[in-house]
């Protein structure tokens, strides 16, 4: 997403003082959203709902890492439901054909906070 560029029209619209329109709709309906990031998550969600590419939103200060936000495609990917997925951990996702390795690299990664 970062790498993209797609979200420079994100980081603009949030420079601008503004009220904050929510979409507790999209978000995980147990999660607490931070005051202090409250206008970046739900600009963050609104844009990512409609984008072409599967994305997932996590608190990782959030015990179990749930999954906050899944948009539209990652739905239409995996075949789950927002309700299925919201407040999981992505874990259940993997199955008896789950490739070990790429998952150590995606847990590695997430741990050192690094793109992969």
């Given at each position: 997403?970062?790498?993209?560029?797609a979200y420079?029209?994100?980081i603009a619209s949030l420079s601008k003082p503004t009220?904050?329109?929510t979409h507790t709709d999209l978000l995980w309906d147990k999660y607490e959203v931070p005051a202090d990031?409250?206008?970046?998550?739900h600009s963050f969600v609104a844009f990512?709902?409609?984008f072409p590419?599967?994305?997932v939103l996590s608190d990782m200060a959030t015990p179990g890492n749930p999954m906050l936000h899944v948009n539209r495609e990652f739905c239409r990917l995996?075949?789950?439901?927002?309700?299925?997925?919201?407040?999981?951990?992505?874990?259940f996702l993997q199955g008896p054909k789950t490739e070990a390795a790429s998952a150590a690299v995606i847990q590695?990664?997430?741990r050192r906070g690094a793109d992969c």
């Amino acid at each position: 997403f970062i790498c993209s560029g797609a979200y420079s029209g994100l980081i603009a619209s949030l420079s601008k003082p503004t009220k904050v329109t929510t979409h507790t709709d999209l978000l995980w309906d147990k999660y607490e959203v931070p005051a202090d990031l409250a206008g970046f998550i739900h600009s963050f969600v609104a844009f990512a709902e409609k984008f072409p590419m599967s994305i997932v939103l996590s608190d990782m200060a959030t015990p179990g890492n749930p999954m906050l936000h899944v948009n539209r495609e990652f739905c239409r990917l995996t075949g789950f439901t927002k309700k299925e997925t919201q407040g999981r951990n992505c874990r259940f996702l993997q199955g008896p054909k789950t490739e070990a390795a790429s998952a150590a690299v995606i847990q590695d990664t997430l741990r050192r906070g690094a793109d992969c």
